[in-house]
């Protein structure tokens, strides 16, 4: 198996190529997903129109929406994709839309038919685990922002790395939380009063659930 690494959704190839892909979007997509099969979410189908989310909740009973564009709330959407918001509601058993400005729509990129999981700091090793029971090239792909690299996912891809490369014992993750919290998405949540959120994505490998897609779904 070949791991390839890239700082931004730009340079994964067009066509993507047969592999398995893990997206990396740290703040906060992937950290979302992460936290809402956490929280019971029966799935969560990602969505790069907001038209086409607001469709889904429509035509599926007992959805909700979750989401973001360009940092900012979306008409029609239930709650925010900050983990520390999605806490305070109950998703057990929703399905659940997401929408977010870089994660989903790196889903979406890359292609609802490819083997895609979502990795973030929270779950790298559990990714890195799910990683060697499988064959063929693996793609380890930083979001990014809008075609800019952005230090926090570049640290998530190499996090998940490390621990596929059973590196985790020779190293502190140090370096890594500094890169998140000194990135500038996560100075903007902590001028928004959120450093808790920062502190939780530094607080790396605390979720055992790696979301898969399936039939256009994240489950668990």
């Not at 398995?20 to 929280?39: C, G």
């Not at 086409?52 to 959407?77: I, N, S």
């Not at 499988?134 to 922002?145: H, T």
């Not at 640290?155 to 596929?164: M, N, S």
Request: glycine content about 8%; aromatic content about 6%; charged content about 25%.
């Amino acid at each position: 198996m070949t791991v390839h690494t890239v700082d931004r959704l730009e340079d994964v190839p067009d066509p993507a190529p047969d592999a398995t892909f893990v997206v990396v979007d740290v703040i906060i997509s992937s950290t979302s997903i992460v936290r809402l099969l956490e929280a019971g979410a029966r799935y969560v189908r990602p969505f790069a129109d907001a038209d086409a989310a607001r469709a889904f909740k429509t035509d599926t009973a007992d959805a909700l929406l979750v989401g973001e564009q360009g940092g900012q709330p979306v008409d029609g959407f239930d709650c925010s994709p900050l983990p520390s918001l999605i806490a305070q509601r109950d998703f057990t058993d929703r399905p659940v839309g997401i929408l977010t400005s870089n994660g989903t729509r790196a889903v979406h990129r890359i292609g609802a038919d490819a083997p895609i999981l979502i990795g973030s700091t929270v779950n790298a090793a559990a990714v890195a685990d799910h990683l060697r029971e499988r064959d063929g090239d693996v793609w380890l792909v930083a979001a990014g922002r809008q075609g800019d690299r952005t230090p926090e996912d570049s640290a998530g891809v190499e996090l998940i790395r490390r621990h596929y490369a059973d590196e985790a014992a020779n190293f502190t993750p140090d370096d890594l939380a500094a890169q998140v919290r000194e990135s500038g998405t996560a100075e903007w949540l902590g001028g928004l009063g959120f450093e808790n959120e920062v502190e939780d994505l530094c607080t790396f490998d605390t979720s055992s659930v790696v979301p898969k897609l399936r039939d256009g779904q994240f489950v668990d």
